[in-house]
């Protein structure tokens, strides 16, 4: 699957509509985000199950200013709706690799029960 461009328009329907999406936080002035930009497209390949999408912060402010990007690159992994990764700065491919390999085995029902135990205490 291609790499998704990431608009107010479609930054929703992505997120709710797929299990597992990966978003890269960039902009085109951004020598590290470009210099990622081909480890991302790569990794992309080797997983097809997931959608990996790119959000232009200068296109997109109002998505960034939402989940508070300061720093890019940055890349957020959601799963089933809930953020479980979200770090600055660009991963070497083998490191990326095995975020992206812990993220699948990660177990949802478990993250689920978590958010909804700490949302009970509040």
């Not at 080797?46 to 959608?51: G, L």
């Not at 109002?62 to 959601?78: E, K």
């Not at 991963?91 to 700490?118: S, W, Y």
Request: charged residues 25%.
């Amino acid at each position: 699957m291609a790499v998704v461009e990431l608009t107010e328009e479609n930054f929703e329907q992505i997120i709710q509509g797929n299990d597992f999406v990966i978003v890269d936080f960039w902009a085109p002035w951004c020598g590290p985000c470009r210099s990622f930009a081909p480890t991302y497209e790569k990794i992309s390949e080797e997983f097809p199950d997931i959608v990996f999408a790119k959000l232009n912060t200068e296109d997109e402010q109002s998505i960034a200013a939402h989940f508070n990007i300061r720093s890019i690159p940055t890349l957020m992994l959601f799963r089933e709706r809930v953020i479980i990764y979200a770090e600055a700065g660009a991963l070497p491919e083998g490191m990326f690799r095995d975020l992206i390999t812990n993220a699948k085995e990660l177990d949802m029902t478990e993250v689920h029960a978590q958010i909804a135990a700490e949302q009970g205490n509040a």
